[in-house]
C-alpha cells in the first residue's frame, strides 16, 4: 500500500503530495474517526504542556469557585498538538455543553449571530482556526466576548436598522497556529492565551503507551520510544503512526510492538529515526548532493526536487528547520552539518570547487 496514497494530487516526481503525509500534522480522515476514542477526558489525563495545563487549571478552578462562567481562552500551536482536545477539556470540566466550529465555517456576521444567540449559559464556544474568519463576523466577536452582547443589523441601505441582542454568558475558547496573525483587539479580549509547544520525546511516550493501551495494542518500553521518536512532537503524529506499526505487528509478526518492529514498520512507510519523511529526504539530498550544501535559492531546490516552492517552503522546511538540518540564510539555503551526517553524507573541502559553487544557482 502507498502511504501517500489519498485523494490529494500527486506531485510531478511521484513524491508525496501534501496532504497525504504520515507525518502531516493535519487529521486526515482515519484520524477524526479514531481520535475521539483517544482524546484525554480531564487536565489529568492530558499529558505534557505543563505550563498551559498548569495555568489553565487556575483559570477553571477559580471560576468555578466564583460559580461564574470561565474567561475566553487562545490557544495557539501546530496542528495536531491538543488545541480541539483542550477546548473540550475545558468544557467537561465547567461541566458546561460545547459547540465546534471554524473561522472559515464563518463568512458572514449573519452566520455568527446564529451561532450566538443559540448558546445557552456556560456554553463553551470552539472556535477553529480563529484567524480564517471574515472581518465583519470578526468585528461582531469583539462585542460578543466583552459585553455579551451583538447588534443584528436588520435590512439594507439608510433603512437598515441594528437590533441589539443579549447573549447568555459563554466561554470563547480559540485555536490559531499563528496568534501574530490575530489582529491585537481580538488578541486582547481573551483572558488568558495558552501557547502550545512541541513535546519532547518522553511525552510522547507516554502518549503512546496510552494509545497503545486504548486501542488494545501490546507495546514494549522501546517500541513507543522508537515510535516517539519519529513522531515530530506531535501526538497526532504518534498516534498515526502507532496505528501504522500496529498493522504492520499484527500482519507481518505476533502482534506486540518492539523497537524491532517499529523501526521495520517506519521503514516500510518512509519515516526515518528522526521523523523525516521521503519529501524531507529529497529536499535534504537535492540541497547536499546536487548543491554542496548551498546555499541555494527556494526556486532552484525546489525545481531539482520537481516540487512547487510552496511546498518545498511551506511544507518540508519548517521541520528541518525545526531539527537544525537546514538554515534560511538572506543568500539561498543552506544544510548544516547535522544534515550532512543525517544523511550519512561527507560535506566537500572548503575550497575544493565542485557542487560547492552552488551559489550561482540563485532562486
Ligand atoms: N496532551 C495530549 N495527551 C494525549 N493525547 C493527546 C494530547 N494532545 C493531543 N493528543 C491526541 O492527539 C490528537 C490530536 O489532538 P487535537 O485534535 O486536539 O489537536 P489540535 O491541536 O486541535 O489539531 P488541529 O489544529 O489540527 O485541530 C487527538 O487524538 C488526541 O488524542
Redesign the pocket.
Known amino acids: 500500500m502507498n502511504p501517500y496514497d489519498d485523494s490529494a494530487p500527486a506531485s510531478t516526481t511521484g513524491l508525496p503530495a501534501a496532504g497525504g503525509r504520515i507525518v502531516g500534522?493535519?487529521?486526515d480522515g482515519e484520524?477524526q474517526a479514531v481520535?475521539a476514542a483517544?482524546?484525554?477526558k480531564d487536565l489529568g489525563e492530558?499529558?505534557?504542556?505543563e505550563r498551559v495545563r498548569e495555568q489553565l487549571d487556575l483559570v477553571l478552578r477559580a471560576a468555578r469557585a466564583r460559580g461564574a462562567t470561565a474567561d475566553h481562552v487562545l490557544l495557539s500551536?501546530a496542528?495536531?498538538?491538543?488545541?480541539?482536545?483542550?477546548s473540550m477539556i475545558i468544557a467537561a470540566e465547567m461541566g458546561a455543553p460545547i459547540r465546534i466550529t471554524s473561522g472559515p465555517a464563518i463568512q458572514h456576521a449573519g452566520d455568527l449571530a446564529a451561532i450566538l444567540s443559540s448558546l445557552t449559559e456556560g456554553e463553551v464556544l470552539f472556535l477553529?482556526e480563529i484567524h480564517r474568519m471574515s472581518r465583519p463576523a470578526e468585528e461582531m466577536l469583539y462585542m460578543a466576548m466583552e459585553d455579551f452582547r451583538v447588534d443584528v443589523v436588520v435590512g439594507k441601505g439608510p433603512g437598515a436598522t441594528a437590533i441589539p441582542l443579549e447573549l447568555p454568558p459563554f466561554t470563547l475558547v480559540g485555536?490559531t497556529?499563528r496568534a501574530g496573525l490575530l489582529p491585537p483587539p481580538l488578541r486582547d479580549r481573551f483572558g488568558f492565551t495558552g501557547h502550545?509547544e512541541f513535546y519532547a520525546p518522553a511525552e510522547l511516550e507516554r502518549?503512546v503507551h496510552?494509545?497503545a493501551r486504548l486501542l488494545d495494542v501490546e507495546i514494549a518500553a522501546d517500541g513507543a520510544a522508537e515510535i516517539a521518536g519519529r513522531s515530530r512532537g506531535t501526538?497526532?503524529i504518534a498516534?498515526r503512526l502507532l496505528r501504522r506499526v500496529r498493522d504492520y505487528a499484527q500482519v507481518k509478526a505476533d502482534g506486540i510492538v518492539t523497537r524491532e518492529i517499529a523501526a521495520q514498520a517506519l521503514e516500510v512507510y518512509e519515516v526515518d529515526a528522526r521523523g523525516l519523511d521521503r519529501l524531507d529526504r529529497a529536499v535534504l539530498g537535492a540541497l547536499l548532493k546536487l548543491f554542496g550544501g548551498g546555499p541555494v535559492g527556494l526556486s532552484t531546490l525546489a525545481v531539482a526536487v520537481g516540487e512547487e516552492r510552496e511546498t518545498v517552503e511551506e511544507v518540508a522546511e519548517p521541520f528541518l528547520v525545526r531539527e537544525g538540518l537546514l538554515a534560511r540564510t538572506p543568500r539561498g539555503r543552506v544544510a548544516t552539518p547535522a544534515a550532512w551526517a543525517h544523511l550519512g553524507l561527507v560535506p566537500p573541502q572548503q575550497g575544493s570547487g565542485g557542487p560547492g559553487q552552488s551559489a550561482l544557482f540563485g532562486g
Open positions: 500534522g493535519v487529521a484520524d481520535e483517544l482524546r484525554p492530558f499529558i505534557g504542556q500551536g496542528p495536531g498538538l491538543g488545541k480541539t482536545t483542550l477553529d485555536a497556529t502550545m502518549v496510552r494509545s501526538p497526532r498516534n
